[in-house]
């Protein structure tokens, strides 16, 4: 890690020396701003669309803008209804090398010109792969690498308060990088931070879902450089970046909604209007217009205004923030916030443009809904054609088996038949399955036995799906179903902590914390080690009511998951079919070597169990 900060500490020395050179800019345009703050140079015909891009340019008396390079060229200039901001567009040559354009722009109280730079973007949009497991940070609440970032003087909110959950805690992007190794020791493969822009709101700023800037990260959480140094590491370890994009609203401090470029840029109600979370209403072709209309035009809170996608600037404007944060810090893939809030053709055109644009991203949305039905018609194209979801239907079929009514497993273990049975094409094996997340409660919460825990964690690591853990799960983390307490912070993690669980060793671990992390630590490599997992057939086996029991297969083997949700009795389960020859072997996940003789596996009373099968391919 050492390495890594010096590296930091190179950029921001190369950071300082570019301000000064650019000092003509800044000096002669201080009230000016333009987003996106720079843009990029491409080659690639599938990136054609990239070439054209609109400036949004904010300042006192505009009259307006102009400028031309060999390679470049304002096309379009025209006034926003509020006379603060003009749209201008940009067309940039296919062939075009990084350059700056001078933008010449007219102003009442003097003309000035500006800088534009294009730069060459950075490699990223590399996208998610079945193999891979993703780990879910709350980076206010992770670790605190860097005490001085704690409170910025500049921001509304300059209180740092452990004891209280929906205060800010002082984690943040140093504190990642500080404790990379326990990344790299999990064995992950993506990271996704909950959001890192700016929130600079008055209260519980913290979990980064009220934006105020669509192209700073957060002065509490560190610097850009800082955010670029951690996704470079990652990329040279060959993990993926997911960012967290939140598209529906932003925070009622953003200077976009104070002084917006237009008031259609947002949705007005005559009174205060919540969204109704009535989700199905935008898939439903029957539901009730007025109720669908509330679900996608009410805000998500009083301090997060709801965008109006309709307006075309405002769309742009959303579109280009995320192509831009690809290109500048090489974003693999993305996970869209409170999907469902947007407009379906807003989402459609922003999931196009983007896949289009690079073809290798991964877009996956929260789609918040327990019904299958409802979870698959998002992806379907005659709505918004997204790619993948938040498998929540999964999730609830998980914690429904769990429970310790028997009435409620067995509907579980049926839910959990229809959600495998729902798509097993290899598209499901991209939906994203989780136990736990930053909005619901602990898994350890709702396990009333390890035996439970232990349950769940070994269907959420076998399902043909990517996993996600959320961080603390690997340790076993519990919670009330509270937001400020399910993001708990990291022991470990933060200066004057008792104990630590980062890097700790087994001694120093409790029975449930050093059993959860002998599970979750192996189980993310098996995604990459077992290759009948992401690359095999997936197929439903048969078995008695009440109990579920799925297989990944392949030449080499099968990964065989078995899910009994009996109160008191074993069950039997044929897995003939994974035989391949007389030195086929069985061996449980936890390394006892089974009974192989005929194949019959007997599974205990409330528990899920993995299953190795494996042949000695050189007696074959
Ligand atoms: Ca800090
Ligand atoms: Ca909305």
Same mark, same amino acid.
């Given at each position: 890690?050492?390495?890594?900060?010096?590296?930091?500490?190179?950029?921001?020395?190369?950071?300082?020396?570019?301000?000064?050179?650019?000092?003509?800019?800044?000096?002669?345009?201080?009230?000016?701003?333009?987003?996106?703050?720079?843009?990029?140079?491409?080659?690639?015909?599938?990136?054609?669309?990239?070439?054209?891009?609109?400036?949004?340019?904010?300042?006192?008396?505009?009259?307006?803008?102009?400028?031309?390079?060999?390679?470049?060229?304002?096309?379009?200039?025209?006034?926003?209804?509020?006379?603060?901001?003009?749209?201008?567009?940009?067309?940039?040559?296919?062939?075009?090398?990084?350059?700056?354009?001078?933008?010449?722009?007219?102003?009442?109280?003097?003309?000035?010109?500006?800088?534009?730079?294009?730069?060459?973007?950075?490699?990223?949009?590399?996208?998610?792969?079945?193999?891979?497991?993703?780990?879910?940070?709350?980076?206010?609440?992770?670790?605190?690498?860097?005490?001085?970032?704690?409170?910025?003087?500049?921001?509304?909110?300059?209180?740092?308060?452990?004891?209280?959950?929906?205060?800010?805690?002082?984690?943040?992007?140093?504190?990642?990088?500080?404790?990379?190794?326990?990344?790299?020791?999990?064995?992950?493969?993506?990271?996704?931070?909950?959001?890192?822009?700016?929130?600079?709101?008055?209260?519980?700023?913290?979990?980064?879902?009220?934006?105020?800037?669509?192209? #700073?990260?957060?002065?509490?959480?560190?610097?850009?450089?800082?955010?670029? +140094?951690? =996704? $470079? /590491? &990652?990329?040279? *370890?060959?993990?993926?970046?997911?960012?967290?994009?939140?598209?529906?609203?932003?925070?009622?401090?953003?200077?976009?909604?104070?002084?917006?470029?237009?008031?259609?840029?947002?949705?007005?109600?005559?009174?205060?209007?919540?969204?109704?979370?009535?989700?199905?209403?935008?898939?439903?072709?029957?539901?009730?217009?007025?109720?669908?209309?509330?679900?996608?035009?009410?805000?998500?809170?009083?301090?997060?205004?709801?965008?109006?996608?309709?307006?075309?600037?405002?769309? #742009?404007?959303?579109?280009?923030?995320?192509?831009?944060?690809?290109?500048? +810090?090489? =974003? $693999? /893939? &993305?996970?869209? *916030?409170?999907?469902?809030?947007?407009?379906?053709?807003?989402?459609?055109?922003?999931?196009?443009?983007?896949?289009?644009?690079?073809?290798?991203?991964?877009?996956?949305?929260?789609?918040?809904?327990?019904?299958?039905?409802?979870?698959?018609?998002?992806?379907?194209?005659?709505?918004?054609?997204?790619?993948?979801?938040?498998?929540?239907?999964?999730?609830?079929?998980?914690?429904?088996?769990?429970?310790?009514?028997?009435?409620?497993?067995?509907?579980?273990?049926?839910?959990?038949?229809?959600?495998?049975?729902?798509?097993?094409?290899?598209?499901?094996?991209?939906?994203? /399955?989780?136990?736990?997340?930053?909005?619901?409660?602990?898994?350890?919460?709702?396990?009333?036995?390890?035996?439970?825990?232990?349950?769940?964690?070994?269907?959420?690591?076998?399902?043909?799906?990517?996993?996600?853990?959320?961080?603390?799960?690997?340790?076993?983390?519990?919670?009330?179903?509270?937001?400020?307490?399910?993001?708990?912070?990291?022991?470990?993690?933060?200066?004057?902590?008792?104990?630590?669980?980062?890097?700790?060793?087994?001694?120093?671990?409790?029975?449930?914390?050093?059993?959860?992390?002998?599970?979750?630590?192996?189980?993310?490599?098996?995604?990459?080690?077992?290759?009948?997992?992401?690359?095999?057939?997936?197929?439903?086996?048969?078995?008695?009511?009440?109990?579920?029991?799925?297989?990944?297969?392949?030449?080499?083997?099968?990964?065989?998951?078995?899910?009994?949700?009996?109160?008191?009795?074993?069950?039997?389960?044929?897995?003939?079919?994974?035989?391949?020859?007389?030195?086929?072997?069985?061996?449980?996940?936890?390394?006892?070597?089974?009974?192989?003789?005929?194949?019959?596996?007997?599974?205990?009373?409330?528990?899920?169990?993995?299953?190795?099968?494996?042949?000695?391919?050189?007696?074959?």
């Amino acid at each position: 890690m050492q390495q890594l900060r010096q590296s930091i500490t190179m950029q921001c020395l190369n950071v300082c020396l570019l301000t000064i050179l650019c000092g003509f800019a800044a000096s002669a345009s201080d009230t000016l701003r333009i987003d996106p703050p720079h843009w990029f140079v491409t080659s690639h015909d599938y990136e054609r669309s990239l070439c054209l891009v609109e400036l949004l340019v904010e300042g006192n008396g505009l009259l307006s803008v102009g400028g031309e390079s060999e390679y470049a060229r304002v096309i379009d200039d025209r006034p926003a209804t509020n006379t603060r901001y003009r749209y201008v567009t940009l067309r940039i040559d296919p062939v075009a090398p990084p350059h700056q354009l001078l933008l010449h722009i007219r102003r009442t109280g003097g003309d000035t010109s500006v800088r534009y730079e294009l730069r060459t973007p950075a490699q990223g949009a590399r996208g998610l792969h079945p193999s891979d497991v993703i780990y879910l940070i709350t980076p206010d609440r992770f670790a605190n690498g860097d005490t001085t970032n704690d409170v910025v003087l500049s921001m509304h909110e300059r209180t740092v308060d452990r004891s209280k959950p929906s205060a800010r805690h002082g984690g943040d992007i140093a504190g990642i990088i500080n404790h990379y190794d326990h990344l790299r020791d999990l064995n992950v493969s993506a990271l996704w931070l909950n959001p890192v822009l700016e929130n600079n709101q008055p209260v519980a700023s913290y979990h980064g879902y009220a934006i105020t800037d669509h192209y #700073r990260i957060d002065p509490r959480f560190g610097t850009h450089l800082e955010y670029r +140094a951690l =996704i $470079d /590491a &990652l990329h040279r *370890d060959s993990l993926r970046v997911v960012m967290d994009v939140v598209v529906n609203h932003v925070g009622n401090e953003h200077r976009l909604f104070r002084n917006p470029p237009d008031s259609s840029w947002f949705h007005w109600w005559p009174s205060y209007t919540n969204t109704n979370f009535k989700v199905r209403s935008v898939t439903d072709p029957a539901a009730d217009p007025l109720v669908r209309d509330t679900l996608l035009r009410g805000w998500f809170d009083r301090m997060m205004p709801d965008i109006d996608q309709r307006n075309p600037h405002a769309a #742009r404007y959303l579109i280009q923030h995320v192509q831009w944060w690809i290109m500048e +810090a090489g =974003i $693999d /893939a &993305l996970r869209i *916030d409170t999907y469902p809030y947007s407009y379906p053709e807003f989402m459609r055109t922003f999931n196009r443009e983007l896949t289009t644009t690079f073809p290798s991203l991964t877009i996956y949305g929260e789609v918040w809904t327990e019904s299958l039905t409802d979870q698959q018609s998002f992806l379907d194209s005659t709505h918004s054609d997204l790619q993948y979801g938040t498998d929540f239907a999964t999730y609830a079929a998980i914690t429904a088996i769990m429970s310790d009514d028997p009435a409620e497993r067995l509907r579980g273990s049926n839910a959990l038949i229809a959600s495998l049975q729902s798509d097993t094409s290899r598209r499901a094996r991209m939906h994203v /399955a989780f136990v736990d997340n930053h909005d619901v409660m602990r898994i350890a919460s709702r396990a009333s036995t390890m035996d439970s825990w232990l349950a769940a964690m070994a269907i959420l690591f076998t399902l043909p799906r990517i996993p996600c853990i959320y961080y603390g799960t690997e340790f076993f983390f519990q919670s009330e179903d509270d937001h400020g307490r399910i993001r708990a912070d990291m022991p470990g993690g933060f200066p004057g902590d008792q104990r630590s669980l980062l890097g700790a060793s087994q001694d120093s671990l409790r029975y449930e914390e050093w059993m959860a992390y002998g599970l979750v630590r192996p189980a993310s490599t098996w995604g990459r080690a077992i290759t009948a997992k992401t690359t095999g057939t997936f197929a439903i086996l048969p078995a008695p009511e009440g109990v579920v029991a799925y297989a990944h297969s392949d030449d080499d083997g099968a990964l065989v998951t078995i899910v009994n949700t009996h109160e008191h009795e074993a069950r039997t389960v044929s897995i003939k079919a994974y035989r391949r020859g007389p030195t086929s072997r069985v061996l449980r996940m936890d390394g006892k070597a089974m009974d192989a003789t005929n194949f019959e596996l007997v599974v205990p009373p409330r528990t899920a169990t993995i299953y190795v099968v494996w042949t000695l391919t050189t007696e074959r």
